[in-house]
Nanobody, 116 residues
Framework: QLQASGGGLVQAGGSLRLSCVVS????????MGWYRQAPGKQRDLVAAISSGGSTNYADSVKGRAMISRDNAKNTVYLQMNGLKPEDTAVYYC????????????WGQGTEVTVSS
């Protein structure tokens, strides 16, 4: 089970840190990702972090976002800075085993609204 939190209303230029707690004992082996879905748009990958800590980011958030994980707390974070109105979306955390192509497990989403 994945439980995301940390969303809210923020002004443009502000920051938010999203958190996702994962239940179970296999968190450290998962690849973790943050996706977002804006109204009327598809769900897109924002950032991902491997079990070893390697990260990748969507071009739209590079330099403004940082994904991290704390294996002791079974938690993955997404720090977003310099927020823009176009960052407004529901953000979902997701998990998958290393060998999987698609994410297997999904959280319920946390809504981020950036006002201009």
């Amino acid at each position: 089970q994945l439980q995301a939190s940390g969303g809210g209303l923020v002004q443009a230029g502000g920051s938010l840190r999203l958190s996702c707690v994962v239940s179970g004992s296999t968190f450290s082996s998962y690849v973790m990702g943050w996706y977002r879905q804006a109204p009327g748009k598809q769900r897109d990958l924002v950032a991902a972090i491997s079990s070893g800590g390697s990260t990748n980011y969507a071009d739209s958030v590079k330099g403004r976002a940082m994904i991290s994980r704390d294996n002791a707390k079974n938690t993955v974070y997404l720090q977003m800075n310099g927020l823009k109105p176009e960052d407004t979306a529901v953000y979902y955390c997701a998990a998958k085993s290393k060998m999987r192509v698609v994410y297997e497990y999904w959280g319920q989403g946390t809504e981020v609204t950036v006002s201009s």
